[in-house]
Each structure stands twice: as structure tokens, then as C-alpha cells.
């Protein structure tokens, strides 16, 4: 999945909030970046792996922040299914 697809997919956006949203089973895709502290990363990665979630590293968190329409960066956007 690219990363111009965050622009119109129902997301979640943010460490936390994605990491809740995986936990329910919401998720189809993650995006983590790759430059995010680890002990930020680390949970959803695991949580991902756990899952069954594909996951995402090839974009800055400022990357990110940009696809997912918000003004600051983001360790973390969740595509929603």
C-alpha cells in the first residue's frame, strides 16, 4: 500500500490510538515510521506481529504526518478497514 492512500483512508493516527485500534482488530495495514523512537515503535510492531498486520517502515514519521493531513509528525497511522 502507498503511502498516498492515507490522504482519503479511514485512519488512525498516532502511537497510542493505532495500538488500541490493532488491539480491537480494526486495522488492515500499519505505517510505522522509521526514524520513531523504538520504545514508542516497538508495542505496535509486536502487536502487529501478534496480529497478523502488515506493517510499513519505509516512510519519516514527518512523511507520515503529511499523508495523514495533520500539522506534526506521526510514529504511527493504522489503515482502518
Known amino acids: 500500500m502507498e503511502i498516498e492512500r492515507l490522504t482519503t483512508a479511514n485512519k488512525t493516527i498516532g502511537a497510542k490510538q493505532t495500538a488500541k485500534a490493532i488491539a480491537r482488530g480494526e486495522v488492515d495495514m500499519v505505517f510505522v515510521a522509521n526514524n520513531s523512537d523504538d520504545r514508542?515503535?516497538?508495542?505496535?510492531?509486536e502487536l502487529c506481529e501478534a496480529n497478523g498486520v502488515p506493517i510499513n517502515q519505509e516512510y519519516s514519521m514527518e512523511e507520515l504526518g503529511k499523508a495523514?493531513?495533520?500539522?506534526?509528525?506521526?510514529?504511527?497511522?493504522?489503515v482502518l478497514r
Do not use: D, R
Open 40 to 45: 514508542v515503535i516497538l508495542p505496535i510492531i
Open 68 to 78: 495523514g493531513k495533520i500539522k506534526v509528525k506521526a510514529a504511527a497511522v493504522g
